[in-house]
């Protein structure tokens, strides 16, 4: 299993902008799909958005338009670029690499309120 850390949360009003990052502790294979899900108080776990090693992207369509997600094989990172963050976006995130591997980071709290 490979580790994999989340950073980049934390309090921002609506409106405003946030970058997640996640790292993970091996190389990632670069035919390996990545991906951000969140998990809001007293709702199921949902994915956000995906990448896959050639960089094809899935979004949610309640993050479309708002969000971007890209990675950085060299650095083994993945990141999430939110802008015109909601209070609906308020959750804990969390990155996952799917496959053979498939792991969860710990998770990041994001809150988005005034």
């Known amino acids: 299993q490979v580790q994999l850390v989340e950073s980049g949360g934390g309090l921002v009003q609506p409106g405003g902008s946030l970058r997640l990052s996640c790292t993970a502790s091996t190389k990632i294979i670069i035919i390996e799909t990545m991906g951000w899900y969140r998990q809001a108080p007293g709702k199921q776990r949902e994915l956000v958005a995906q990448v896959s090693g050639a960089g094809a992207t899935i979004y949610a369509d309640s993050v479309k338009g708002r969000f971007t997600i890209s990675r950085d094989n060299a650095q083994n990172t993945m990141y999430l670029q939110m802008n015109s963050l909601k209070p609906d976006d308020t959750a804990v995130y969390y990155c996952?690499?799917?496959?053979?591997?498939?792991?969860w980071g710990q998770g990041t709290q994001v809150t988005v309120s005034s």
């Open positions: 996952r690499l799917f496959g053979r591997r498939d792991s």
